[in-house]
């Protein structure tokens, strides 16, 4: 099922991980305790390092590209170019997704009560990816389709549990409110992984 780049690409991977953690410490285990603190944790104070920040945005991206292309694979041609590919279709994907945040935070005027789920999305994000990349390891040698689908969904349900968990234990208060943050979660995360798996999908039969 897999071919010679993906070996490469695995390696570029865990190599942007690990440099993005030399260049800023601590930034996978304070993904960790953001997401398990009882308070907002966001670390403005934290000194930040571009570098480290693009190189973890790199492996985040990389490892999400890699478990889309293993879910979705379902035989032919295991080309570089559609991995390529799908790590836009990932990257367009998330900047959508910043541009209907902007929206709705310039529309409803809602930037003060959720900047800190806004930074702690990043930290989700980084934890989801940290467990993803063993899990294609294993994809990778197990070589079967249904299990990469299998794994790929638990690990998308787990990360709109650990977002719905960290939005409910910020913002819930009343009935209401559990009501916004369910049409948050499916307007602004459920859907765009549905629109993610679909046009995935088509640009692998195409490529």
């Known amino acids: 099922m ?5 070996g490469w ?3 570029a991977l865990l190599l942007c991980a690990v440099m993005g953690e030399v260049l800023q410490p601590g930034v996978i285990s304070q993904a960790s305790s953001s997401l398990l603190s009882k308070n ?3 670390y403005k104070a934290a000194p930040t390092n571009f570098m480290g ?3 973890m945005t ?3 991206i990389g490892t999400i590209a890699m478990g889309l292309y293993l879910c979705l694979y379902t035989g032919g041609h295991y080309g570089f170019g559609a991995y390529m590919a799908l790590g836009g279709i990932v990257i367009a994907t998330l900047l959508v997704k910043m541009f209907c945040n902007d929206v709705l935070d310039y529309t409803f005027q809602i930037s003060r009560r959720f900047m800190p789920a806004y930074e702690q999305y990043g930290d989700i994000i980084t934890i989801a ?3 993803l990349y063993p899990a294609l390891l294993v994809m990778l040698r197990v070589g079967n389709c249904t ?3 299998w794994i790929v969904g638990s690990v998308a349900v787990l990360f709109l549990m650990m977002w719905l968990y960290r939005l409910a234990r910020n913002y819930i208060r009343s009935l209401g409110a559990m009501v916004y943050v369910v ?6 995360e459920v859907l765009p992984l549905g629109m993610l798996f679909y046009l995935g999908s088509k640009t692998i039969s195409i490529l």
């Open 2 to 6: 897999s071919a010679p780049w993906c």
């Open 9 to 11: 690409t695995m390696f």
């Open 40 to 42: 907002d944790r966001t």
């Open 53 to 55: 920040q693009l190189m």
């Open 58 to 60: 790199l492996f985040r």
């Open 129 to 131: 990816s940290c467990i």
């Open 147 to 149: 299990v990469s689908r």
């Open 183 to 188: 049409l948050y979660v499916c307007t602004l």
